[in-house]
Nanobody, 120 residues
Framework: QVQLVESGGGLVQAGGSLNLSCAAS????????MGWFRQAPGKEREFVAV???????HYADSVKGRFTISRDNAKNTVYLRMNTLKPDDTAVYYC??????????????WGQGTQVTVSS
């Protein structure tokens, strides 16, 4: 079982930046692929970024060049640095863990989410 706790969300103006963090409880955190997803009101949850246990990354086209995913295995934490934020980035952001490297919405473990609101 893996418990995930996100933090760092908040209200920011368009063009601003936020750093999200996700702390994991797993003793074998370094074996997991870690993803970030988001869900806006009235929309389905969508993929944002994933970082493999090996460090490889993949991003949704909508955030490529603006968001950066990283991990610190010594701290059991994955991060999402979000720059040049847009109102369309407003959503609840979730981190997720899975032993399979995937961009689909079927990760084994999920956090409770953190709200990101970007004002215009």
């Amino acid at each position: 079982q893996v418990q995930l706790v996100e933090s760092g969300g908040g209200l920011v103006q368009a063009g601003g930046s936020l750093n999200l963090s996700c702390a994991a409880s797993a003793r074998t955190f370094s074996n997991y692929n870690m993803g970030w997803f988001r869900q806006a009101p009235g929309k389905e949850r969508e993929f944002v970024a994933v970082i493999a246990w090996s460090g490889g990354t993949h991003y949704a086209d909508s955030v490529k060049g603006r968001f950066t995913i990283s991990r610190d295995n010594a701290k059991n934490t994955v991060y999402l640095r979000m720059n040049t934020l847009k109102p369309d980035d407003t959503a609840v952001y979730y981190c997720a863990a899975d032993r399979v490297f995937r961009t689909s919405n079927d990760y084994d473990f999920w956090g409770q989410g953190t709200q990101v609101t970007v004002s215009s």
